[in-house]
């Protein structure tokens, strides 16, 4: 049986709340390293669940290309503000936040206003900067996915025109970089390799629980040859 340890090396939190964990595989026989690296990288860049914003409704305007009195940022930049948002939902249903902001005011994220089965990740992302004398009131719609989801817009709900969708982009992991080294001759006279893996998150996820789903995934892949009998 194969016996490898596994050693995270290093945790760190950005100012936006993201999160990056850098770890150590290793020994493994030849080859096994870049096996193992390469399977990993592509579940946690695009085979993990996330949450993200996919639509924006904004009082006052009815389509994407509109201004909103008061409001230094047009919709368009209102709309790609959110789209950087990070959230994490918990709740397989359609959430949906809210905020009414007077100005003067710099509205960040975290006057999104949710149910217990959301949390913003990142509370200081910029939305909207509102004078004095004006007001900004908008709802968002939170969901969870996987990977990349654009707007179809043959299919948007006409009788909602004021709803302005979003690409919505559900990847939790925003990076995954790899490498391999040699390590110490082992029985036999066979090379050893580690492998070095660097996991990226936008927060809503730590590195190790990443690792730790793609890993789960990878294995509910496998298991059905595992046992495979043929007729």
């Known amino acids: 049986m194969l016996h490898y340890q596994i050693d995270r090396i290093d945790h760190q939190v950005a100012e936006d709340r993201s999160q990056t964990g850098t770890f150590l595989i290793g020994p493994l026989d030849r080859g096994q390293a870049t096996t193992l690296g390469n399977a990993l990288r592509r579940v946690l860049i695009g085979g993990l669940e996330g949450s993200a914003i996919t639509a924006v409704r904004i009082a006052g305007v009815n389509h994407e290309y509109a201004t909103v009195p008061g409001v230094r940022e047009d919709v368009l930049d209102i709309l790609l503000n959110c789209k950087q948002i990070s959230v994490n ?3 397989r ?7 009414v902001v007077n100005g003067p005011a710099t509205v960040t994220a975290g006057d999104l206003q949710f149910s217990s089965q959301v949390q913003v990740i990142d509370t200081g992302r910029l939305i909207a900067t509102v004078a004095d004398g004006h007001s900004l009131e908008m709802e968002v719609h939170v969901e ?3 990977g990349y989801r654009p707007v179809d817009r043959h299919s948007e709900d006409t009788g909602a025109i004021d709803l302005l969708q979003i ?3 559900f990847k ?3 990076r995954v970089n790899y490498t391999v080294d040699e390590t110490a001759v082992g029985e036999g006279g066979s090379a050893r390799e580690r492998l070095r893996l660097e996991i990226e998150t936008n927060g809503s996820v ?10 789960n995934q990878l294995i509910a892949l496998f298991q059905p040859l595992a046992s495979l009998t043929m007729a």
């Open 89 to 91: 939902s918990r709740s």
């Open 93 to 99: 249903e359609l959430e949906i936040g809210r905020l």
């Open 144 to 146: 969870r996915g996987v």
């Open 167 to 169: 690409d919505a982009v």
């Open 172 to 174: 939790p992991v925003k």
């Open 206 to 215: 730590t590195p190790d629980d990443a690792m730790a789903q793609a890993a």
